[in-house]
Nanobody, 131 residues
Framework: EVQLQASGGGLAQPGGSLRLTCAAS???????????ITWFRQAPGKEREAVSC????????????SLQGRFTISRDNAKDALKSTVYPQMNSLKLEDTAVYYC?????????????????WGQGTLVTVSS
């Protein structure tokens, strides 16, 4: 079983930066180096959208075209791959980045921007960009 804990949200000013954290816990049957982790966000009245993704070994990432250059993602896997921490870095924040951000994990070797394929979800952390 994979468990995810998202944190790091809060209030940021336009143009500022924020780094979120997704702390993932696996098991001997669910080693996290096999799990792709993707961050999604959902603003009020809008669909959930992927904002960044990183594969289990950290060798491949994905960003939507609209966020290229502003968002980056990295991860740190424990040696036994039972724990992993994923860090999405958000720079040059805009008002429209305001949303609840979720991390999600999928047992796959590639990134996908489709929420339905992800089996494991964190609880969400609110990011508010406001002056």
């Amino acid at each position: 079983e994979v468990q995810l804990q998202a944190s790091g949200g809060g209030l940021a000013q336009p143009g500022g930066s924020l780094r979120l954290t997704c702390a993932a816990s696996g098991s001997v049957f669910s080693r996290l180096n096999y799990y792709t982790i993707t961050w999604f966000r959902q603003a009020p009245g809008k669909e959930r959208e992927a904002v960044s993704c990183i594969t289990g070994g950290g060798d491949s990432t994905y960003y939507p075209d609209s966020l290229q250059g502003r968002f980056t993602i990295s991860r740190d896997n424990a040696k036994d791959a039972l724990k992993s921490t994923v860090y999405p870095q958000m720079n040059s924040l805009k008002l429209e980045d305001t949303a609840v951000y979720y991390c999600a994990a999928d047992y796959s070797g590639q990134c996908s921007n489709k929420p339905l394929i992800y089996d494991h979800w964190g609880q969400g952390t609110l990011v508010t960009v406001s002056s």
